[in-house]
């Protein structure tokens, strides 16, 4: 396999066939190339909408790879996402965008470059990798070649269906690694160096291949940003999808549910997510408690065990892990409210969302400096700590001696007040001034913490050492970006409260 270039286009053969992207350059002169929706699986339409994904057929000639590709995600993003995520209409939704600074000009002429792989975040029911902020521009200046990957969402990814397999978004994540794997020596990357990297439900997804014995040989290290836990038991699975077919009148099979259109299945998803009722404490309780209800599912096939289960028994323990969150991540949810919660007790809230007795006496007394920021900002930090800053410590003890390094993104966002969701995300692929960044970092967001973060990210891809000390339970070193950055004994201290109760 290898490359043609002209001035502005350049050809790449895969072994489905060839493909054609564009040279591009930054503002500094730094050129790569970007091929964009190339096609890994066949459209998942028809008889293959619930089946596990077909890897494409060859196809004839040059085709163009010019223009993102067709997502799974078919509404608008503005209501689920900080992050600019647009959708494009088409069925031939399971597909690739590559970005690399080398493309091979003949066989066996590759650069070898060390690879990253993302995959988006959106609760596992949207997102999207046509996102500015996902171009791999600023890696490829750094000499990493990127791939960005769509995969099937909502109850088409992860719904039980009584005839289907499991897990269809997946097996998605395991065909796109088999392609990157085959192919990516053509675009300059090195197959034997690939790092899987993902934010929110994509944190939760590279964590889930972490733990997943079959998708072992397919990369060497995990970068997980904000990732969240989302392991669904199949009872859970299987009873969700029962109530989605029963109000829509249909089978839990695949006939039955290939009867409804896409839009039918997501307005009934919604439904049936939004709960029966209650208050909204209530239902932040439930999604504390119960977690994501679309999401990877222990199947006891493809998905053994539970991923921290899979983690605590050695699976994945070979492979580096760079992992941490936000100082506050949901505390966004709660920020509108904060008016309406300034005379209620901190002590109280917590209560109503379900921690009590000691462990939040000793949650409490652990986070003196968030109670100064009001009732709002301790239950915004609860829900971060409970959904993903937790998470992140019970990982990390659970890898043992495995190569983990810990971190926490703590810089304030001058527009929101607190370091949220997604705000460290243009700070790891180093992209200011991209699109809808000034909204949730403000007009001049520090670029030397971005210069940082993405440093961090790789050194890490490329060399295996992010540039802080490890994490072990004896020695629990934790970087901390902000401005400036420091490396902290135990940077979360905080949360621990929540892992003893």
Known sequence: MHAHATDTL????????????????DAAGNRSAAFLGIPFAEPPVGELRFAAPVPHRPWEGVRDALEYGATPQRGPDDDTTLIPEPSVPGESTLNVNVFTPAPATEPGTGAALPVLVYIHGGGYVSGSPA????????????GVVTVSVSYRLGFDGFGWIADAPLNRGVLDWILALEWVRDNIAAFGGDPARVTIAGQSAGGGAVLTLLGTPRAQPL????????GVSTDVTR???EEFARRLAGRAGVEPTRAGFGSLDERRVLELQRELAAGDGGSPLDGLRRFVDDGLTLAPVTDGE????????????????DKRLVLGATDDEFSMILDGAKGKLRFVPASFLLGRLGLRGRTRSAYLAANRDVRRRGTAAVAGRYLTDRLFRTLAVRVASARGSAPTWLYRFSWVSPTRGFALHCLDVPFFFDCLGAERVAVIAGDAPPQALADEVHAGAVGFIATGDPGWPRYTDAARATRVYDTPSSVAD????????????
């Open 10 to 25: 350049v050809e790449v053969d895969t072994l489905a066939g060839r493909v054609r992207g564009r040279w591009r350059a």
């Open 131 to 142: 996102s500015p902020w996902y171009d791999g521009a600023a890696f490829n200046r750094d």
């Open 219 to 226: 990369f060497d290290a995990v970068y997980c940003i904000s």
């Open 235 to 237: 009872d859970r699975a």
């Open 302 to 317: 493809l998905l053994p065990t539970c991923t921290l289960d899979a983690i605590r028994s050695g699976v994945g323990a």
């Open 490 to 501: 135990d940077g979360f201290a905080a949360v621990r409260p929540l892992l003893a109760g």
